[in-house]
Nanobody, 127 residues
Framework: QVQLVESGGGSVQAGGSLRLSCEPS????????TGWFRQAPGKEREGVAT????????YYSDSVKGRFTISQDDAKGTLYLEMNSLKPEDTAMYYC????????????????????WGQGTQVTVSS
């Protein structure tokens, strides 16, 4: 059983930046896709960015492309999300996840079975 622990959320003004981290308690095999997802109140969970652990291919939602960067530290197994030019519509609870799925498909269809989810970290962007 793997636990994921997110950190780095907070409150910023529009245009600001935050860096989220996600640290696994155990070792994830390279078969896993890992990624960041978010959920705003009253809305469904949506994919933000995913990364293929074997070759670091990345996928982004259109709403964050060019502003957010997902990356991984292979040695530590830590997942990161660098968020720049933040907008009020980026306000949400952000979750990291790991699953043995296609990274491209998971981004578009977040609610798959057998996913390790973190507890979430809140990001609030004020105008």
């Amino acid at each position: 059983q793997v636990q994921l622990v997110e950190s780095g959320g907070g409150s910023v003004q529009a245009g600001g930046s935050l860096r989220l981290s996600c640290e696994p308690s155990g070792r994830l095999s390279r078969s896993y896709c890992t990624g960041w997802f978010r959920q705003a109140p009253g809305k469904e969970r949506e994919g933000v960015a995913t990364i293929v652990r074997t070759d670091a291919r990345t996928y982004y939602s259109d709403s964050v492309k060019g502003r957010f960067t997902i990356s991984q530290d292979d040695a530590k197994g830590t997942l990161y999300l660098e968020m720049n030019s933040l907008k009020p519509e980026d306000t949400a609870m952000y979750y990291c996840g790991a699953a043995i799925v296609s990274c491209a498909n998971w981004l578009k269809n977040p609610l798959v079975k057998h996913v390790y989810w973190g507890q979430g970290t809140q990001v609030t962007v004020s105008s």
